[in-house]
């Protein structure tokens, strides 16, 4: 079992900066972890994903050039840095994990049934 928990959202105003941290425990293996947001009245949708294993990150056009994805295997932990946040960013943030062995595609990184495990979300809110 995979458990996953995030945490660093918080409220910050448009053009601010915060660091989300997705830690990942229980039985570890090489897997793609996937940051998704949702935000009231819509979809899940992707936002970033990095294979554990290595590779390149996967992005959401909306969040290019503002988002990183990182990993620190010391911790266990797979953060989003956001930077230069709008409004339109202000959602519920989940970390997800996908099978173990799997990597993140193309096609697949960011669609949510392509991941078995997911944290419990953290909120994100920017004020303009």
């Known amino acids: 079992q995979v458990q996953l928990v995030e945490s660093g959202g918080g409220s910050v105003q448009a053009g601010g900066s915060l660091r989300l941290s997705c830690v990942v425990s229980?039985?570890?293996?090489?897997?793609?972890i996937g940051w998704f947001r949702q935000a009231p009245g819509k979809e899940r949708e992707g936002v970033a994903a990095?294979?554990?294993?290595?590779?390149?990150?996967y992005y959401a056009d909306s969040v290019k050039g503002r988002f990183t994805i990182s990993q620190d295997n010391g911790k266990n932990t797979l953060d989003l840095q956001m930077n230069s946040l709008k409004p339109e960013d202000t959602a519920m943030y989940y970390c997800?994990?996908?099978?173990?062995?799997?990597?993140?595609?193309?096609?697949?990184?960011?669609?949510?049934?392509?991941?078995?495990?997911w944290g419990q979300g953290t909120q994100v809110t920017v004020s303009s």
């Open positions: 229980g039985y570890q293996r090489q897997r793609c």
């Open positions: 990095k294979y554990i294993g290595g590779g390149s990150p």
């Open positions: 997800a994990a996908g099978r173990s062995y799997v990597p993140c595609t193309s096609a697949s990184w960011s669609t949510a049934g392509s991941y078995n495990y």
